[in-house]
């Protein structure tokens, strides 16, 4: 089975007025330290490869993924205000339904925050049902969901932008 690979960031087709000074924020987790690191190294040479500097990434620790949200709110509010979050996250089924509420809660509380405040917040949070998934997803044969979030945030911020000239907006 051929493996899907996620399309690369182009500056030409999804260009970003000052990418030099776009602020990124990454918020990753202490659970499952192995796979969380793997990914916001990816994650953070993926940012600097395409041309984010290194003081523009915003990188804080939350403890689990149940807190990524609201860790997220609190970068949202902070006076050094990125133009992206990304949350990296592990839950990892086990022998109880904790990864469903767990899952089920900051899936609907990111979606929430980046629909509210018009800032991108992505979510980069491996829902895997063994620790060898979660590998496979954070360097392995699946690629590395901290790469596939960088370009995600990149690709947002770009659509933000060339969407913000239309003179037709919906708000709520």
């Known amino acids: 089975m051929a493996i899907p690979s996620y399309k690369k960031f182009s500056a030409d087709e999804y260009p970003i007025k000052d990418i030099g000074n776009t602020r990124i924020g990454i918020l990753n987790t202490e659970w499952n330290p192995e796979i969380i690191t793997s990914m916001t190294t990816s994650c953070i040479d993926t940012l600097k490869e395409l041309g984010i ?49 767990i899952n089920h809660a900051i899936s609907k509380n990111i979606s929430q925050l980046s629909v509210v405040s018009g800032i991108p917040v992505i979510f980069g949070v491996l829902t895997t049902n063994t620790t060898q998934q979660a590998i496979e997803r954070a360097g392995g044969e699946h690629g590395n969901k901290g790469e596939e979030s960088a370009l995600t945030a990149l690709k947002m911020i770009s659509l933000k932008e060339k969407l913000s000239s239309q003179s037709n907006k919906i708000s709520f």
């Open 53 to 101: 500097q290194p003081d523009n990434i915003l990188l804080n620790t939350v403890p689990g993924s149940y807190e990524l949200p609201l860790g997220a709110k609190y970068m949202l509010n902070s006076s050094n205000k990125p133009d992206a979050i990304i949350c990296l996250g592990c839950v990892i089924k086990g022998a109880t339904k904790h990864d469903d509420y």
